[in-house]
């Protein structure tokens, strides 16, 4: 069984900046789409982003585009969100998830696998 292990998450103000990591029990990057996605208390959860390969394919939520990143790290088996210039309504628990199949968007149905997830906190 996949274990996925999020960390990085905190409290920063409007303007400030966060990179979660995500720490995978086992090598699956290559054939794997991995994905950040997030939920907000009350609403339902969102894809934030998604990559397949290194970046062979990425997508991103339109309210995050231009301000966050998805990247890999093969040799330690991590998956990055770097998230710049947060506003309040990013607020929210921040999941990895791992599909094994290429991306479809930020469709979450295929995802089998997914970490306990990070708090990240925005306040203005």
């Known amino acids: 069984e996949v274990h996925l292990v999020e960390s990085g998450g905190g409290s920063v103000q409007a303007g400030g900046s966060l990179i979660l990591s995500c720490s995978a029990s086992?090598?699956?990057?290559?054939?794997?789409?991995m994905g950040w996605f997030r939920q907000a208390p009350g609403k339902e959860r969102e894809g934030v982003a998604t990559?397949?390969?290194?970046?062979?394919?990425?997508y991103y939520a339109d309210s995050v585009e231009g301000r966050f990143t998805i990247s890999q790290d093969y040799a330690t088996n991590t998956l990055y969100l770097r998230m710049n210039s947060l506003k309040p309504e990013d607020t929210g628990m921040y999941y990895c998830?791992?599909?094994?199949?290429?991306?479809?968007?930020?469709?979450?149905?295929?995802?089998?696998?997914w970490g306990q997830g990070t708090q990240v906190t925005v306040s203005s």
């Open positions: 990559i397949y390969r290194s970046g062979l394919s990425t």
């Open positions: 998830a791992a599909a094994r199949s290429n991306c479809y968007g930020l469709e979450q149905e295929s995802f089998t696998y």
């Open positions: 086992t090598y699956m990057y290559n054939n794997y789409c």
